[in-house]
């Protein structure tokens, strides 16, 4: 079967693509095997293929990637080509998606507990752009309290996590703020976004308001600042960081989390889960018309190493996706 593999760590130049075996074995108890129609590609494929932060390291291979590693990828869609003893509701035949290891690969193995059955209609290349991304936003605005009449200021709108945190915060009732670059308004606003702010020169507190809950999505935005518009009781939740080789600014959201104790603000290091049971919470905002992922741009599995670009570039609007089968 076709996969992409790495070798060594570094840029998009150390992937190849390469005839590789499939899986030998049937899957185990809790498993299922996957045909993978169409995989996503997130910020933590970037992070895998370059080897960074060098904290992660030890989880990632010393030297160069391990085994579990070697093939980049999580997100997936596809269907069921085999299922493992004791899985129950899934057959083979049946459309698929979720995360698994190494997901830019024509085959893979997954637990059960990490799938949920894709809403219908919604494409394959659809259902790839929800799993890690997705859950990342819904897990975070379920977890931070989102209730009807609040106010929520979501950072970092555009991407492929913010664009779905607006619209599942819209979702939950609120009125959200998306701050984004200058090209990113209209997105933001056909969300659900009530009010948009432009970070290339709008403050952070332009409205001239308090909100309930600050989603602060991969930004270099100090925390004091970010406490600055929350109010007396709010939440600010920390989606991924920027900043250095060693700890690419994790340091920064679990500083925030240490202090947490100690403020009058709720301050949340978000570690989101692959559950398939979130993800099949979240199909069903999908299947109401809540929440559709937007896609940015989609590459054959031959021009994955473009996709990763695009996302690394941190350019994208929405989700990238790499198709395997030409029919997703």
Same mark, same amino acid.
Request: proline content about 5%.
């Given at each position: 079967?076709r996969?992409?593999? @790495?070798?060594? #760590?570094?840029?998009?130049?150390?992937?190849?693509l390469?005839?590789?075996?499939?899986p030998?074995?049937?899957?185990?108890?809790g498993?299922?095997?996957?045909?993978?129609?169409?995989?996503?590609?997130?910020?933590?494929?970037v992070?895998?293929?370059?080897?960074?932060p060098?904290?992660a390291?030890?989880?990632?291979?010393? %030297?160069?990637p391990s085994p579990?590693?070697?093939?980049?990828?999580? +997100?997936?869609? !596809?269907?069921v080509?085999?299922?493992?003893?004791?899985?129950?509701g899934?057959?083979?035949? +049946?459309?698929?998606?979720? &995360?698994?290891d190494?997901s830019?690969?024509?085959?893979?193995?997954?637990? /059960?507990?990490?799938?949920?059955?894709?809403p219908?209609?919604?494409? &394959?290349v659809e259902?790839?752009? $929800?799993?890690?991304?997705?859950l990342?936003?819904? @897990?975070?605005v379920? +977890?931070a309290?989102?209730?009807p !009449? @609040?106010?929520?200021?979501?950072?970092?709108s555009?991407?492929?996590?913010g664009?779905?945190a607006? @619209?599942?915060a819209?979702?939950a009732?609120?009125?959200? =703020?998306?701050?984004?670059?200058p090209?990113?308004?209209?997105?933001?606003?056909?969300?659900?976004?009530?009010h948009? *702010?432009?970070?290339t020169? +709008? &403050?952070?507190?332009?409205? !001239?308001?308090? #909100?309930?809950?600050?989603?602060d999505?991969?930004?270099n935005?100090? %925390? %004091?600042? *970010?406490?600055?518009v929350?109010a007396?009781r709010? =939440? *600010?939740?920390?989606?991924g960081?920027?900043?250095?080789?060693?700890?690419?600014?994790?340091?920064?959201?679990a /500083?925030?989390? $240490?202090l947490?104790?100690?403020v009058r603000?709720?301050?949340?290091m978000?570690?989101s889960?692959e559950?398939?049971?979130?993800?099949?919470e *979240?199909?069903?905002?999908?299947?109401?018309?809540a929440?559709?992922?937007?896609?940015?741009? &989609? #590459?054959?599995?031959?021009?994955a190493?473009?996709?990763i670009?695009?996302v690394?570039?941190?350019r994208?609007?929405g989700?990238?996706?790499?198709?395997l089968?030409?029919?997703?």
């Amino acid at each position: 079967m076709r996969a992409v593999v @790495q070798h060594r #760590y570094g840029g998009t130049e150390v992937l190849g693509l390469e005839e590789v075996p499939a899986p030998t074995r049937s899957p185990g108890t809790g498993e299922v095997l996957v045909r993978v129609g169409a995989a996503a590609v997130d910020r933590g494929t970037v992070h895998v293929m370059n080897g960074l932060p060098l904290m992660a390291r030890p989880a990632f291979g010393l %030297r160069r990637p391990s085994p579990r590693w070697r093939t980049p990828g999580r +997100d997936l869609a !596809g269907t069921v080509e085999a299922v493992g003893p004791g899985v129950v509701g899934w057959a083979t035949g +049946d459309p698929v998606h979720g &995360t698994a290891d190494g997901s830019l690969a024509e085959l893979v193995v997954t637990s /059960a507990g990490r799938i949920a059955h894709p809403p219908e209609g919604l494409s &394959t290349v659809e259902a790839a752009a $929800l799993p890690i991304s997705g859950l990342t936003a819904y @897990q975070a605005v379920r +977890d931070a309290g989102v209730a009807p !009449g @609040q106010r929520v200021l979501v950072v970092g709108s555009s991407g492929g996590v913010g664009h779905l945190a607006v @619209q599942c915060a819209v979702a939950a009732g609120a009125t959200v =703020t998306a701050v984004c670059g200058p090209g990113g308004a209209d997105l933001a606003r056909s969300l659900g976004a009530a009010h948009v *702010l432009d970070r290339t020169h +709008d &403050t952070i507190d332009a409205e !001239g308001v308090r #909100y309930d809950v600050v989603l602060d999505i991969m930004s270099n935005r100090r %925390r %004091r600042d *970010l406490r600055r518009v929350l109010a007396e009781r709010g =939440t *600010l939740v920390c989606i991924g960081t920027q900043g250095g080789r060693f700890t690419d600014g994790v340091h920064r959201s679990a /500083a925030a989390a $240490l202090l947490s104790p100690f403020v009058r603000h709720r301050l949340v290091m978000h570690v989101s889960k692959e559950l398939g049971t979130d993800l099949a919470e *979240l199909d069903t905002l999908v299947a109401a018309g809540a929440v559709r992922p937007v896609i940015d741009a &989609t #590459y054959p599995l031959e021009r994955a190493a473009d996709a990763i670009d695009h996302v690394a570039s941190g350019r994208a609007r929405g989700k990238v996706v790499v198709t395997l089968d030409a029919a997703a």
